[in-house]
């Protein structure tokens, strides 16, 4: 078994420019943009605990609070919360951020789950991870909540 990781080790941040290309009609991000970024940075933080290449098995569900227009920043922040014997459970924080204002509000937050494989795209085991802020032990001890949820919905099908 590998040895457990501290939840900061996989701690990923990145930040965007919202340019027009990115953004629709209204001058707001297209939404398969910024999930597509949620997918980027949850592989990142993934990838830096493990150690080796991930890939995604889902998405939970994904709300988004508030938009982003063309020349905000978006301010992305992803870390393993939960890990099972070959997967991770990779939370995923975004942030608009008016540069000229200072101005931040909550964009998105999302939890994906990252299944390490190996050169075959073979299933491999992960470390497990270790919470230490108060944000992480909640995050941590609301996981096996959320992996019941993402199982009855895949048996739902």
């Known amino acids: ?21 990115d953004t629709n009609h209204l001058q707001t991000i ?16 993934a990838m830096k605990h493990c150690n080796s290449v991930v ?31 070959t997967s991770m459970e990779v939370f995923v924080r975004v942030h608009s951020h008016n540069l000229l204002t200072g101005s931040k509000r909550l964009t998105t937050e999302s939890f994906l789950t990252m299944v390490a494989v190996d ?18 032990h909640r995050l941590y001890d609301t996981a096996p909540a959320r992996k019941e949820h993402r199982h009855q919905r895949k048996n739902m099908k």
Do not use: C, W
């Open 55 to 85: 890939v995604s098995a889902s998405m939970d569900s994904v709300d988004f609070l508030s938009a982003s227009k063309a020349g905000e920043a978006l301010e992305l922040e992803a870390f393993v919360t939960s890990t099972g014997r």
């Open 30 to 45: 297209f939404g398969g943009k910024v999930l597509a970024y949620i997918d980027e940075i949850g592989a990142l933080a």
């Open 119 to 136: 050169s075959a795209g073979n299933p491999i085991e992960v470390p497990g991870v270790i919470p230490a802020t108060e944000e992480e």
């Open 1 to 21: 078994m590998k040895q457990a990781q501290p939840m900061a080790h996989s701690r990923t941040v990145q930040t965007r420019l919202v340019l027009p290309p």
